[in-house]
């Protein structure tokens, strides 16, 4: 990429002079202009960097200066003086001017170094720029995953939560994405631009967590060798994501109270005392109201915390969105690792993933595909590579069907003369919801031609397979093709389950 480098100088001689001198850079591009109206006009444009002559008739350099700060402050400029304004070139360092050159052959000299520095400078703002671009995008709402009625209601939680500065109380069970939540509403916020700052609570000594949270001065105890800015000062403008919140003893919880009260708070072994402004966000897959009746918890520092609670389900909650997250997990990893190009996973497996309980929620499940890509000798990833544990009736032909041939087969599930659904090992997803106009299945009733309704099918499936899994759930929830939370509500809707 070229760097694009405006001179500006009525001294035309000079101006070809600073130019030539440039244009040995091949990553240079400069071009030049000889006045400062001349210039303005072209600064929609956004060069890298201004070579900026003080004294010109009309608008001088000081004037464009000063437009040049308030229109596009992002534009470094490089002052160039004669040798008796210098006292002007230190005016304009104080207006916001990078650096300046004399016109003399000295200065000429270093020019090459300060226009390097200059532009090492501008490279760097804007990686940092890009990287912060890309972690905004990476954890705004639109970005996560999940189309269940549980998750549009985090969703809808974190775009509220992202209007003010109330403090976030994120709950959920380990492994449901609680850290994830907490960037994504600072991503999204006011502060977005601000540090997003970490403290795992579970993870830090007892011992230490009061330097940790805010800081402590030297010598202030063994091993204190340096004064040490805490976590709340390094998230000063920006937001501080306590993980795991209950794990805090009680007296760590008072002088927590006492900061977040206070909007200050004092290093250890220090007097003085330091103001700050971070938006907290705390996290916990405790049951804090049993803490505080309990008295493990304040009950004041609750009220402070929990402002705006932000409860996150657990995957067994959200049926219809653990093949969307298994397929996203697949397709990222894949991504970093072609070596796996071709992999797919096999339908038996995406029936597994599907009705598996998922106790460690997101994080089980995206070690459960990581690990079973690494595990398939073969293209096609079978239920044996997956390793998860309470799956327990899979159909020996499943791994060999296609799609294609399921999704026929799910609309001619095979049905007994007796009336009654034979267990199928892959069969019509069943719906928990009545159907106001059923459809009419002829099917034979004790050697008679006879009409039952789709939900009479339906009571007789799910009870037939609850009796013969001798009323293990999730057995019975495989051999159904359903998952787990559906095969309750409609062994309570049918009532069914002893």
């Known amino acids: 990429m070229k760097y694009r480098i405006y001179v500006v100088d009525d001294d035309r001689h000079y ?4 130019s030539y001198r440039l244009d040995k850079n091949a990553n240079y591009h400069v071009k030049v202009f000889h006045s400062g109206e001349e210039v303005l006009k072209a600064l929609g444009d956004k060069p890298d960097l201004l070579l900026l002559d003080i004294m010109m008739p009309g608008i001088d350099g000081i004037e464009v200066l000063r437009q040049v700060n308030t229109r596009y ?8 003086s004669a040798q008796g304004v210098i006292d002007t070139a230190v005016e304009a360092m104080k207006i916001g001017a990078y650096d300046y050159i004399t016109k003399g052959q000295d200065d000429l000299v270093k020019l090459d170094s300060i226009v390097r520095n200059v532009l090492e400078k501008v490279s760097l703002e804007r990686e940092v720029e890009s990287l912060r ?31 003010g500065d109330l403090t976030v109380a994120i709950q959920g069970e380990s492994g449901t994405g609680k850290e994830l939540v907490a960037k994504a509403i600072h991503y999204a916020s006011g502060r977005k631009r601000g540090p997003f700052v970490i403290v795992n609570c579970a993870a830090i000594p007892r011992d230490l967590m009061e330097s940790e949270f805010f800081g402590h001065e ?34 760590l919880q008072a002088k927590l109270l006492r900061a977040l009260q206070e909007g200050e708070l004092t290093r250890v072994g220090g007097s003085d005392t330091i103001e700050f402004n971070a938006r907290v966000i705390s996290a916990t897959n405790k049951d804090v109201v049993t803490m505080i009746r309990s008295g493990n918890f304040r009950e004041d520092l609750y009220y402070r915390l929990f402002q705006f609670p932000v409860p996150l389900p657990p995957l067994r909650e959200r049926e219809q969105d653990v093949l969307l997250l298994t397929n996203y997990i697949f397709r990222e990893y894949i991504k970093a690792h072609q070596e796996f190009k071709g992999k797919k996973i096999s339908l038996a497996a995406h029936r597994a993933i599907a009705n598996h309980t998922w106790p460690g929620n997101v994080r089980e499940l995206k070690s459960a595909v990581e690990r079973a890509i690494l595990m398939s000798d073969s293209q096609e990833i079978s239920v044996a590579d997956l390793m998860i544990t309470d799956i327990n009736t899979i159909s020996p032909w499943a ?6 041939e399921a999704a026929e087969r799910s609309f001619t ?16 997803p069943l719906s928990d919801q009545s159907d106001d106009n059923p459809v009419m299945l002829e099917v034979g009733a004790d050697g008679n031609d006879g009409i039952v309704s789709l939900e009479e099918l339906k009571h007789r499936a799910v009870e037939r397979s609850y ?32």
């Not at 101006?15 to 600073?18: G, S």
């Not at 791994?399 to 294609?404: C, E, V």
Request: glycine residues 10%; hydrophobic residues 40%; proline residues 4%.
């Open 399 to 404: 791994d060999r069907m296609t799609l294609a």
């Open 73 to 80: 402050p992002e534009i470094p400029v490089i002052m160039v």
């Open 218 to 251: 030297k010598g202030s105890f063994t091993g204190a060798h340096a004064r040490k800015i805490g976590k709340f000062e390094q998230a000063d403008g920006g937001t501080i994501f306590l993980d795991e919140i209950g794990e805090l003893d009680l007296d």
């Open 15 to 18: 101006a070809r002079m600073l």
């Open 133 to 163: 671009t890309e972690v905004s995008e990476k954890y705004q709402v639109s970005g996560m995953i999940g189309d269940s009625p549980a998750m549009n209601n985090v969703y809808r939680m974190i775009q509220k939560a992202t209007r």
């Open 413 to 428: 599930a095979p049905v007994s003369s007796g009336s009654q659904l034979e267990s199928p090992s892959i069969s019509t």
């Open 467 to 498: 009796r013969l899994c001798d009323g293990n759930v999730d057995r019975a929830a495989v051999q159904l093709g359903i998952g787990r939370a559906t095969m309750y509500r409609l062994l309570k809707k049918y009532d069914i389950m002893e």
